[in-house]
Nanobody, 124 residues
Framework: QVQLVESGGGLVQAGGSLRLSCVVS????????MGWFRQAPGKERQFVSN????????DYANSVKGRFTISRDNARNTVYLQMNSLSPEDTAVYYC?????????????????WGQGTQVTVSS
């Protein structure tokens, strides 16, 4: 059984930073492509970022490019999302997700394991 547990969310002022973590239990973490998605109230789930199993290939939504950085530590079964220059538009529940396979994608339907989410609220 694979479980994903996010942490690090909270309330921050605009311009501030947060670092989200996602710990993956179970075997073969290094085989998973990892992604971060977010969902704001009343809106559809949105791709934020992904990272391949080596950590050498990353992708970002245009809305977060240059502000967010994804990384992973395969020895700790953990993926991170460093979020800088936060704005109220970044307010959402953030989910990490895992996908078997070598190719990172930005489609939520391609990810088979999901965490419970962590709330990020950015005040103006």
């Amino acid at each position: 059984q694979v479980q994903l547990v996010e942490s690090g969310g909270g309330l921050v002022q605009a311009g501030g930073s947060l670092r989200l973590s996602c710990v993956v239990s179970g075997r073969s973490f290094s085989r998973y492509v990892m992604g971060w998605f977010r969902q704001a109230p009343g809106k559809e789930r949105q791709f934020v970022s992904n990272i391949d199993w080596t950590g050498g290939s990353t992708d970002y939504a245009n809305s977060v490019k240059g502000r967010f950085t994804i990384s992973r530590d395969n020895a700790r079964n953990t993926v991170y999302l460093q979020m800088n220059s936060l704005s109220p538009e970044d307010t959402a529940v953030y989910y990490c997700a895992a996908r078997l396979g070598a190719v990172p994608t930005s489609f939520g339907r391609d990810y088979i394991y999901w965490g419970q989410g962590t709330q990020v609220t950015v005040s103006s």
